[in-house]
C-alpha cells in the first residue's frame, strides 16, 4: 500500500466519530493532569513554518498561514485551559514588509478576518475570558487594518484576566528603543511643585546641615550644599539640562537620570504589567530568536525550539514541552525548600 493510501487510511481512521470522541476525552485528561501541577503564566509562540507546510504540501502560501492560524487557535485553546494567563505570538515581524506585496496585503486581509472571527461574542477568547492587545508599529498599519485591531480590542477588554498579545507589526530592538525613548522624554520634562520626592538621603543631609550651622566656622561661610532644597533624586536645569528648552525657568527640577533602573524601562515596554515570561517555543527547527522577546527573555525562561512545522503543532507536541517545564520547577522548589531547612538548622545549632 503506498503513502498516500496509508495517510487517507490514518485520516479517515482520526476522522471517525468513535476515534474523535476517545481523543478528545484523552485531551481533556492530560489537559486536566497539567492543572495539577505548577503552570507557566506566560508563554510566547514565534510561528514559524507556514509558507515551508505549503510549498512541502504544494498549496498556495496564504492557505498555509491560514492553517497557521488553525494551529493557534488549537494552542490557545489548551493554554487557556492548562490555567496559562498570558500568551504573546510573533504575528508579523517589520521585516516582514520586506516580502512581496501580493504576500504582505493578504496577510493584512487574513488579519483582519481572524482577528473578528477571534473577537466574536461566543468565540475561544469570550469562552476562556482572554482579552487581545496588539502589540507593535501602528503607524505602519494601513487605516482598514487598524480598524479591525481597535474594534477587537475594545470587543475583547472586558473578557476576563486572560491575555493573547499579538505583535503585528513588531520587533523586540523597536520595542526597547521606543521605551528608552519614552522613558528620555518622561525624564526630560521638570516635575510639579506637587510631584518633588523627598529622599531619605535628602533629610539626613538636612538634619546634618542644620547641626553644622551652629559651628562658628559653619556660620561664617556657607556652602551650597547647606542651602540647597533639590532632592538627590531629581536635577537642577544648572547640571543635567544646561541646554533643555526650559533651562531658563528659574527653578525648574527634573527626575534625576541616576533612578533609572531595568524596572523603569520594563514599564514602558509594550507587555508591561504581564507576567514574566516562562516559556518562549519556535517551531520549524530554527534556532534563533529573530528580534523577538529580547528583554523579556530572562534567566529562568525556557527557551524551547521544535523541529515541527507551526501548522503542525498541537498538544501532542505541546505537552512534552509542558511537563519539562513542570517538572524543573518542582525540582526548583525542591531545591529551595533543601537550601531552606538547612539554613534553618544552622540557625537552631
Known amino acids: 500500500m503506498s503513502s498516500m493510501h496509508l495517510s487517507q487510511l490514518r485520516k479517515w481512521m482520526l476522522e471517525s466519530p468513535p476515534v474523535e470522541w476517545g481523543i478528545h476525552q484523552l485531551r481533556e485528561m492530560l489537559i486536566g493532569a497539567l492543572r495539577q501541577g505548577p503552570v507557566p503564566q506566560h508563554v510566547a509562540f514565534v510561528m514559524d513554518g507556514n509558507r515551508r507546510f505549503a510549498r512541502s504540501h504544494k498549496i498556495e502560501t496564504v492557505e498555509g498561514h491560514n492553517l497557521g492560524f488553525e494551529a493557534?487557535?488549537?494552542?490557545?485553546?489548551?493554554?487557556?485551559?492548562?490555567?496559562?494567563?498570558?500568551?504573546?505570538?510573533?504575528?508579523?515581524?517589520?521585516?516582514?514588509?520586506?516580502?512581496?506585496?501580493?504576500?504582505?496585503?493578504?496577510?493584512?486581509?487574513?488579519?483582519?478576518?481572524?482577528?473578528?472571527?477571534?473577537?466574536?461574542?461566543?468565540?475561544?477568547?469570550?469562552?476562556?475570558?482572554?482579552?487581545?492587545?496588539?502589540?507593535?508599529?501602528?503607524?505602519?498599519?494601513?487605516?482598514?487594518?487598524?480598524?479591525?485591531?481597535d474594534k477587537a480590542v475594545e470587543m475583547t477588554k472586558n473578557n476576563g484576566d486572560c491575555v493573547l498579545n499579538i505583535c503585528f507589526p513588531y520587533t523586540s530592538r523597536d520595542e526597547i528603543t521606543t521605551a528608552i525613548k519614552t522613558t528620555v522624554e518622561e525624564y526630560s520634562k521638570p516635575l510639579s511643585a506637587q510631584a518633588r520626592p523627598f529622599s531619605q538621603t535628602r533629610i539626613t543631609q538636612k538634619i546634618r546641615s542644620r547641626n553644622l550651622s551652629t559651628s562658628p566656622l559653619r556660620s561664617i561661610s556657607p556652602t551650597p550644599s547647606s542651602t540647597s532644597d533639590v532632592d538627590?533624586?531629581?536635577?537642577?536645569?544648572?547640571?543635567?539640562?544646561?541646554?533643555?528648552?526650559?533651562?531658563?525657568?528659574?527653578?525648574?527640577?527634573?527626575?534625576?537620570?541616576?533612578?533609572?533602573?531595568?524596572?523603569?524601562?520594563?514599564?514602558?515596554?509594550?507587555?508591561?504589567?504581564?507576567?514574566?515570561?516562562?516559556?518562549?517555543?519556535?517551531?520549524?527547527?530554527?534556532k534563533r530568536l529573530s528580534d523577538f522577546m529580547l528583554w523579556q527573555c530572562h534567566e529562568t525562561t525556557e527557551l524551547v525550539f521544535l523541529d515541527c512545522l507551526w501548522p503542525e503543532f498541537d498538544l501532542w507536541q505541546f505537552l512534552p514541552v509542558l511537563v519539562e517545564w513542570q517538572w524543573r520547577q518542582k525540582h526548583i522548589e525542591e531545591k529551595a525548600l533543601g537550601n531552606g531547612m538547612k539554613t534553618s538548622k544552622t540557625k537552631i545549632r
Not at 528648552?245 to 531595568?262: H, K, L, M, R, V
Not at 523603569?264 to 520549524?284: Q, V
Open 72 to 149: 493557534l487557535a488549537r494552542i490557545l485553546e489548551v493554554c487557556y485551559k492548562s490555567g496559562v494567563k498570558v500568551v504573546t505570538v510573533y504575528a508579523f515581524s517589520i521585516e516582514n514588509f520586506k516580502r512581496s506585496k501580493y504576500e504582505v496585503d493578504a496577510l493584512m486581509e487574513m488579519a483582519k478576518i481572524k482577528l473578528s472571527q477571534l473577537s466574536q461574542h461566543g468565540e475561544l477568547l469570550d469562552r476562556y475570558g482572554a482579552s487581545i492587545r496588539v502589540l507593535g508599529q501602528r503607524d505602519l498599519v494601513k487605516p482598514d487594518v487598524l480598524k479591525a485591531i
Open 232 to 286: 538627590d533624586s531629581v536635577s537642577s536645569t544648572t547640571t543635567l539640562h544646561a541646554e533643555s528648552p526650559n533651562a531658563g525657568q528659574e527653578g525648574s527640577i527634573y527626575p534625576d537620570p541616576e533612578t533609572i533602573t531595568s524596572e523603569t524601562i520594563e514599564s514602558h515596554l509594550l507587555t508591561a504589567g504581564d507576567p514574566p515570561l516562562d516559556i518562549l517555543i519556535r517551531t520549524s527547527g530554527v
